[in-house]
C-alpha cells in the first residue's frame, strides 16, 4: 500500500508543485490549506505522515500540530518553517513534530527527509506489532489459582525453568493445563526469544509425524521435491513440546532417545548428523510408567524424559481455586461477548463446587462460557448450568433425603420439592418440568407445604 501525506499549506503554488513531486515518488497525496481542514482530514482519513506549514492563516500552526497529536499520538509531522522561524520549530519539535524543513529548501533534501520519517514509522509499527506478539505469547503462560497444589506446581516450573536443557515430562489428565506449564518454562527460561515449537503426536499421522519432526532431504520419497527442516531444526536454540507423548511409535521413540542423548538427527533421507540446542518438554495424560511394564514404551527414554516430572493436579482436588477460575472467565467472555455478569449465584457456585469435574480447567472454561451465552442477567445462575451437571446435583439431594431420620413421605415429598426449587432459582415452570408434574400441581404442592417461592 502507497504511504498517504497530507501537505498542508495555504500557499496554492507550493501545495501543488509538493503534491506533483510527492506523487511521482509513487506516494498518496491530500491536500488542505487551513488549519481546521487539516484537523478535519486527520478526523476523517488515515496518513502515515504530514507536511505542515507553521504558518496558517486561520489557526496557529503549533495549535494544529497539537490537535493532530491529540487525534493521533503516533503520526509523523515534518514541520515547515521560515528559515528566521527556528525558535517556534524547536518549540514543534518539542510538541511531537518528527523534523522540521526551512524554508525555501530543496526538494531532494525534502524527500529524503520523508523517506527517514516513514522508515521511523515503519519501525515503530514492527516494534509495535512484536510487543503484541510478546503480549499475546506471555497472555497465555499463567497458571491461576491459590490452592496448594497448584503453587507447588508453580514454584517447580520456576525452579525447572532456571536450567538450560533439562528435560521435563508433564502428567495430569485432560484439560489440567499441562500445555500451559510448558508455555511457563519457556517464556521464563532464558530460551524466551527463541522458538517454542509444539506437535500433538496423536494428532498427526504415524507416516508424517517422523518428517514433522526431523525433517526431509530432496528425494527422501516420492513426494519430496525438495529439503525441509523438521521441528527441531526449526526450534534451535528453543524448546520442543511433545504433546501426547505416550502415542509415539517405538522406532520414533528411538530417534527421539538420540537427540535427547547426544543433540543431534538426521532428516528422513540424509546422511549427516544435524546438531541442534533444544529442550525437550513432554506431557501425557497416561501412566507412562505402566506402559513401560507393558513393554508399549521405551524404558531408557522415559527415564530420559522424567529427569524432571510435573503433575498437573486435577480440578477436583483444588476445589479452592474453582471458583476463583470461574469469576476469572467470567472476566474473560465479558469483554468477548459484551456482557456485564458480575458474578456466580450462591445456589450455582454450591453446583460447581459438589461437581466432579472430570474435564478439568476445560471443561469449567466451556462451561463459564456457555452459562453466559445463555444469562441475560447480572449472576450465573443454577438454570445456565448444563443439566446433566445439574442432574448429577440432584441425585446427592435424593441420597440426602433417604439418610433423613425423618422419612415419613410428606417430609420427604417436600424436602425435594424445595431442593429442587433452590436448584431452579425459584422457577416454578422449570421445577415442575424437573420433578414431571404440572404446573398447577406444583402450586397446590406448594401451598400444601408452605414452601415459600419466588
Request: with cysteine.
Amino acid at each position: 500500500m502507497k504511504p498517504a501525506i497530507l501537505v498542508v499549506d495555504d500557499d496554492e503554488v507550493m501545495r501543488q508543485t509538493l503534491s506533483d513531486v510527492l506523487k511521482k515518488k509513487g506516494y498518496t497525496i491530500s491536500t488542505a490549506d487551513t488549519g481546521r481542514q487539516t484537523i478535519s482530514s486527520v478526523k476523517e482519513h488515515f496518513f502515515d505522515l504530514i507536511l505542515l506549514d507553521i504558518r496558517l492563516p486561520d489557526m496557529d500552526g503549533l495549535d494544529v500540530l497539537k490537535s493532530i497529536k491529540e487525534i493521533e499520538s503516533d503520526l509523523m509531522v515534518i514541520v515547515m518553517t521560515a528559515y528566521s522561524d527556528v525558535q517556534t520549530a524547536v518549540m514543534a519539535m518539542k510538541s511531537g513534530a518528527y523534523d522540521y524543513i526551512d524554508k525555501p529548501f530543496e526538494l531532494e533534501e525534502l524527500k529524503i527527509l520523508i523517506q527517514k520519517a516513514l522508515e521511523t514509522q515503519n519501525l515503530r509499527n514492527e516494534i509495535r506489532q512484536l510487543r503484541r506478539q510478546r503480549k499475546e505469547k506471555h497472555e497465555g503462560i499463567e497458571i491461576l489459582g491459590n490452592s496448594p497444589l497448584i503453587t507447588n506446581v508453580m514454584e517447580l516450573i520456576e525452579m525447572i525453568s532456571q536450567t538450560p536443557r533439562t528435560s521435563v515430562l508433564i502428567q495430569g489428565e485432560s484439560g489440567t493445563g499441562k500445555e500451559l506449564a510448558a508455555n511457563a518454562i519457556h517464556y521464563r527460561s532464558k530460551r524466551i526469544n527463541k522458538p517454542l515449537m509444539k506437535i500433538n503426536c496423536s494428532a498427526i499421522p504415524e507416516n508424517l509425524l517422523e518428517t514433522e519432526l526431523f525433517g526431509y532431504e530432496k528425494g527422501a520419497f516420492t513426494d519430496a521435491k525438495g529439503t525441509k527442516k523438521g521441528l527441531f531444526e526449526l526450534a534451535n536454540g528453543g524448546t520442543v513440546f511433545l504433546d501426547e507423548i505416550a502415542e509415539m511409535k517405538s522406532y520414533l521413540q528411538t530417534k527421539l532417545l538420540r537427540i535427547l542423548e547426544n543433540q543431534s538427527f538426521m532428516r528422513v533421507g540424509g546422511e549427516r548428523e544435524i546438531v541442534v540446542d533444544v529442550r525437550i518438554i513432554a506431557a501425557t495424560n497416561k501412566d507412562l510408567s505402566s506402559l513401560v511394564n507393558g513393554g508399549q514404551f521405551r524404558k531408557d527414554l522415559y527415564y530420559r524424559l522424567k529427569v524432571m516430572v510435573i503433575e498437573m493436579p486435577p480440578l477436583r482436588e483444588r476445589m479452592e481455586d474453582i471458583l476463583l477460575l470461574g469469576n476469572l472467565f467470567i472476566e474473560e467472555n465479558n469483554k468477548e461477548l459484551g456482557k456485564s455478569v458480575t458474578g456466580i449465584s450462591e445456589a450455582a457456585s454450591e453446583y460447581l463446587l459438589n461437581y466432579q469435574w472430570p474435564g478439568n480447567v476445560r471443561e469449567l472454561k466451556n462451561i463459564i462460557e456457555r452459562a453466559m451465552i445463555l444469562s441475560n442477567g447480572k449472576e450465573i445462575l443454577p438454570a445456565h448450568l448444563p443439566i446433566e451437571l445439574r442432574k448429577g446435583q440432584m441425585e446427592g439431594l435424593e441420597d440426602r433425603v433417604s439418610d433423613s431420620e425423618d422419612l415419613a413421605l410428606e417430609t420427604v415429598e417436600k424436602k425435594h420439592i424445595t431442593d429442587v426449587l433452590m436448584m431452579m432459582d425459584g422457577n416454578k415452570s422449570k421445577a415442575a418440568r424437573m420433578l414431571g408434574i404440572s404446573r398447577s400441581t406444583l402450586r397446590e404442592k406448594l401451598k400444601k407445604y408452605s414452601i415459600a417461592a419466588a
